[in-house]
């Protein structure tokens, strides 16, 4: 039988979760599926190119931490190369997002980025970046720039907190040492997500690294570190909320390991064929859209058909954004030099 | 301002955009308490608080992606590479965040950043310290690269470095902290786009930058004893390069070298070369001659150091043979 890291525990029945604030996560979840899932079929009938890295399984780390704890288009968001999902989170609307990876001149950078790279000043997207854990101190500059407006600058209204997301194979990666020392020194407003789904591609976490409790290694910087279940949106919405709070207070940086599972395989190009089917079935039943769904039903939150009619709502998100990306302008080829320079 | 030490007329140039402006901040290992390295920000950290002059622990890669994300969203960080040769330790951070992200965010972004440090062979310094960046970065898109020479140039280029909207690595020479200069008392800036023409010429131009402006001036007097009036030109910005000026020297002296302190392959020299090769080639009377360090790390033994650098003698001899159509 499979081995499995016991999940922390956390209990519903404290949490405080009104009806639209249930809905908007289960919507905001389900964006990320409906469009992950799009992807891959446009990825397959030749309609978008090169790495793409689908986030189903973990959208519950997403919705939890940018809708359920941040105020997207305030605070700051950073991701990896697995970013269409944040991107979405963060208000980035699908139809940039999806002309984005159609290499479109409409797309949220404007066709030279691709699937790696999503952008957006308005949402305060600082981006995703390609190269591992190269997002982790980039996103620290954004929160250093938020203490440097109150601190330096006397911004009473400088109070964004940046929210910086990465993967368990960051976390071996001197950025990821030398990112957390600064923020705890300097207590900076940042909450480093680490979204452990236990595979770096082919290598398993544990053969990667020394402490597999990711969480643990924030103590050695005097920073709190939890872990909390990456496959429940409202534990994940409660240490974000905590985690938030601490930011904006000036107490500093938390370090949370959300435990979750990628549903596909590293990106569209990888066959998943070292992935064990029993661990596979072990976190597909562990689904966090259906969680919360369930729990939204059984808290009388939600009816089945509230549910059913975001499922219809976002699947005409994404079909509109299809539509949108196929029959958006390719970038003009005159302007190939074009956003080289500040003054481009 | 009376006469003014190099080191010091960078300070005054931080100095006064700090003073400038607030979102100005410096970076570094060693900039605040201990007033940097080679005292560029001296006493600066008492004036401006510690969060303006930010030491840094010893981690490049990521004090620099830290800039990078403050340059993004609002601040205009200059960093201190204590030296410069200890920011291949950022390579990332320069070339994929600083360089490329305008570029792949479709211009979501801007990033105002100066990276300043000094850089070059110095006295017996060693390999690892003694080394010619510029040649590295030049390939990196999105990046302007600037190399200061005399305490005039380095204030007045980098007070414009400070205020360009875009990453700028700015090349000090370790060797020429110490040069002294009458500085104007008025404020003054100048273009980072632009090269500056040293001593006007007719029998050959020769293109210079950082610490070999001077080797090339030494040369200066032996070569006009022997009659021959060089057109000097100090190249300032290694990347955008300013052809203009360049262009404009060789269609007058017809007879080009190149005198640079980094190394021959893949050096700043090799990329004027091929560029004066495509655009001016009908006017070249002669190849164009490089005079580069030796591709060899720079060697600690003081005589093995000063073989691996282009020394004056050099400069005259070469010119000579170049003039008299011996090359």
């Given at each position: 039988?499979?081995?499995?890291?016991?999940?922390?525990?956390f209990?519903?029945a404290?949490?405080q979760?009104?009806?639209?604030?249930?809905?908007?996560l289960?919507?905001d979840?389900?964006?990320?599926?409906?469009?992950?899932?799009?992807?891959?079929?446009?990825?397959?009938?030749?309609?978008?190119?090169?790495?793409?890295?689908?986030?189903n399984g973990?959208?519950?780390?997403?919705?939890?931490v940018i809708?359920?704890?941040?105020?997207?288009?305030?605070?700051?968001v950073?991701?990896?190369?697995?970013d269409?999902?944040?991107?979405?989170?963060a208000?980035?609307?699908?139809r940039?997002?999806?002309?984005?990876?159609?290499?479109?001149?409409?797309g949220?950078s404007?066709?030279?980025g691709g699937?790696?790279?999503?952008?957006?000043?308005?949402?305060?997207?600082?981006?995703?970046?390609?190269?591992?854990?190269?997002?982790?101190?980039v996103?620290?500059?954004?929160?250093?720039?938020?203490?440097?407006?109150?601190?330096?600058l006397?911004?009473?209204?400088a109070d964004?907190v940046t929210?910086?997301?990465?993967g368990?194979?960051?976390?071996?990666n001197?950025q990821?040492?030398?990112?957390l020392?600064?923020?705890?020194?300097?207590?900076?407003?940042?909450?480093?997500?680490?979204?452990?789904?236990?595979?770096a591609?082919?290598?398993?976490?544990?053969?990667a690294?020394?402490?597999?409790h990711i969480?643990k290694?924030?103590s050695?910087?005097?920073?709190?570190g939890?872990?909390?279940?990456?496959m429940?949106?409202?534990a994940?919405?409660?240490?974000?909320?905590?985690?938030?709070?601490?930011?904006?207070?000036?107490?500093?940086?938390?370090l949370?390991e959300?435990?979750?599972?990628?549903?596909?395989?590293?990106?569209l190009?990888?066959?998943?064929?070292?992935?064990?089917k029993?661990?596979?079935?072990?976190?597909l039943s562990?689904?966090?859209?259906k969680?919360?769904?369930?729990?939204l039903?059984?808290?009388?939150?939600a009816?089945?058909?509230?549910?059913?009619?975001?499922?219809?709502?976002?699947?005409?998100?994404?079909?509109?954004a299809?539509t949108f990306?196929?029959q958006?302008?390719e970038?003009?080829?005159?302007?190939?030099r074009?956003?080289?320079f500040?003054?481009? | 301002?009376?006469e003014?030490v190099?080191?010091?007329a960078?300070r005054?140039a931080?100095?006064?955009e700090?003073a400038?402006?607030?979102?100005?901040?410096v970076l570094?290992?060693d900039?605040g308490?201990?007033g940097?390295?080679?005292k560029?920000t001296k006493?600066?950290?008492?004036?401006?608080?510690?969060l303006?002059?930010?030491?840094?622990?010893?981690a490049e890669?990521?004090?620099?992606?830290?800039?990078i994300?403050a340059?993004?969203t609002?601040?205009?960080?200059?960093?201190?590479?204590m030296?410069m040769?200890?920011?291949?330790?950022?390579?990332n951070q320069?070339a994929?965040?600083?360089?490329m992200?305008?570029?792949?965010s479709?211009?979501?972004?801007?990033?105002?950043?100066?990276?300043?440090?000094?850089?070059?062979?110095?006295?017996?310094?060693?390999a690892e310290h003694?080394?010619r960046?510029?040649?590295?970065?030049q390939a990196?898109?999105?990046?302007?690269?600037?190399?200061?020479?005399?305490?005039?140039?380095a204030?007045?280029?980098?007070?414009?470095?400070?205020?360009?909207n875009?990453?700028?690595?700015f090349f000090e020479?370790?060797l020429l902290y110490?040069l002294?200069?009458d500085?104007?008392?008025?404020?003054?800036?100048?273009?980072?786009?632009?090269?500056?023409?040293?001593?006007t010429?007719?029998d050959?131009t020769?293109?210079?930058?950082?610490?070999?402006r001077h080797?090339?001036?030494q040369a200066?007097?032996?070569?006009?004893?022997r009659g021959i009036q060089?057109e000097i030109?100090?190249?300032?910005?290694?990347?955008?390069?300013?052809?203009?000026t360049?262009?404009?020297?060789?269609?007058?002296?017809h007879?080009?070298?190149?005198?640079?302190?980094?190394?021959?392959?893949?050096g700043?020299?090799a990329e004027?070369?091929?560029g004066?090769?495509e655009?001016?080639?009908?006017e070249?009377?002669?190849?164009?001659?490089?005079?580069?360090?030796q591709?060899?790390?720079?060697?600690?033994?003081?005589?093995?150091e000063?073989?691996?650098?282009?020394?004056?003698?050099?400069?005259v001899?070469t010119v000579?043979?170049?003039?008299?159509?011996?090359i």
């Amino acid at each position: 039988m499979l081995q499995e890291r016991p999940l922390p525990t956390f209990s519903p029945a404290a949490v405080q979760l009104s009806r639209e604030e249930g809905l908007a996560l289960y919507e905001d979840m389900v964006l990320g599926r409906i469009f992950e899932d799009k992807c891959a079929e446009m990825y397959y009938r030749g309609k978008m190119f090169g790495f793409v890295h689908l986030y189903n399984g973990q959208e519950a780390v997403a919705s939890g931490v940018i809708r359920g704890a941040l105020r997207p288009g305030v605070d700051y968001v950073c991701s990896t190369y697995r970013d269409h999902v944040h991107a979405l989170s963060a208000g980035v609307p699908a139809r940039e997002v999806m002309a984005e990876l159609f290499g479109k001149a409409t797309g949220c950078s404007k066709g030279r980025g691709g699937s790696m790279h999503m952008f957006s000043a308005k949402h305060r997207l600082l981006g995703g970046y390609a190269f591992v854990a190269e997002g982790i101190p980039v996103a620290a500059g954004a929160a250093f720039q938020t203490k440097y407006r109150r601190e330096v600058l006397g911004d009473t209204t400088a109070d964004e907190v940046t929210a910086c997301f990465f993967g368990d194979g960051a976390c071996n990666n001197g950025q990821f040492f030398e990112t957390l020392n600064m923020a705890a020194l300097w207590k900076l407003p940042i909450l480093f997500v680490v979204e452990n789904n236990k595979w770096a591609i082919g290598m398993a976490h544990e053969r990667a690294t020394s402490d597999p409790h990711i969480y643990k290694k924030a103590s050695v910087f005097n920073m709190v570190g939890v872990e909390v279940d990456g496959m429940d949106v409202l534990a994940v919405r409660e240490v974000a909320q905590t985690a938030v709070a601490r930011a904006r207070a000036g107490e500093g940086p938390t370090l949370i390991e959300a435990l979750t599972y990628r549903f596909r395989g590293h990106s569209l190009a990888d066959p998943d064929e070292l992935r064990s089917k029993e661990e596979k079935e072990f976190w597909l039943s562990r689904d966090p859209i259906k969680r919360l769904g369930s729990y939204l039903l059984e808290q009388d939150l939600a009816t089945n058909q509230d549910l059913k009619t975001i499922d219809q709502k976002i699947k005409q998100v994404v079909e509109d954004a299809v539509t949108f990306a196929e029959q958006s302008p390719e970038p003009d080829p005159r302007e190939l030099r074009r956003y080289i320079f500040a003054e481009d | 301002m009376a006469e003014t030490v190099f080191f010091n007329a960078l300070r005054a140039a931080i100095d006064e955009e700090m003073a400038r402006d607030a979102t100005v901040f410096v970076l570094g290992e060693d900039v605040g308490h201990y007033g940097g390295s080679y005292k560029v920000t001296k006493n600066l950290y008492q004036k401006y608080g510690e969060l303006r002059v930010l030491d840094t622990p010893i981690a490049e890669n990521s004090f620099t992606g830290m800039a990078i994300g403050a340059a993004m969203t609002g601040l205009r960080p200059i960093i201190e590479g204590m030296n410069m040769g200890f920011l291949l330790l950022a390579f990332n951070q320069i070339a994929n965040n600083a360089g490329m992200l305008r570029y792949t965010s479709g211009g979501n972004f801007q990033i105002p950043l100066v990276i300043r440090g000094p850089g070059g062979v110095g006295r017996q310094l060693g390999a690892e310290h003694s080394q010619r960046l510029e040649a590295y970065f030049q390939a990196v898109p999105g990046l302007k690269i600037v190399a200061c020479s005399t305490p005039y140039n380095a204030k007045g280029l980098l007070k414009s470095a400070i205020r360009d909207n875009n990453p700028v690595l700015f090349f000090e020479h370790v060797l020429l902290y110490n040069l002294k200069e009458d500085l104007p008392e008025e404020e003054y800036l100048l273009p980072l786009d632009k090269a500056e023409l040293v001593q006007t010429g007719k029998d050959v131009t020769i293109l210079t930058y950082s610490r070999m402006r001077h080797h090339v001036l030494q040369a200066l007097p032996e070569l006009r004893q022997r009659g021959i009036q060089p057109e000097i030109i100090d190249l300032i910005s290694l990347r955008p390069l300013d052809w203009d000026t360049i262009s404009a020297s060789v269609r007058k002296t017809h007879r080009v070298m190149i005198v640079e302190e980094c190394m021959k392959t893949g050096g700043i020299g090799a990329e004027v070369t091929a560029g004066i090769m495509e655009r001016l080639f009908d006017e070249l009377d002669a190849p164009v001659v490089r005079l580069s360090s030796q591709d060899i790390p720079t060697p600690y033994n003081g005589t093995l150091e000063r073989l691996t650098v282009v020394q004056p003698e050099q400069i005259v001899s070469t010119v000579a043979d170049l003039v008299a159509k011996k090359i």
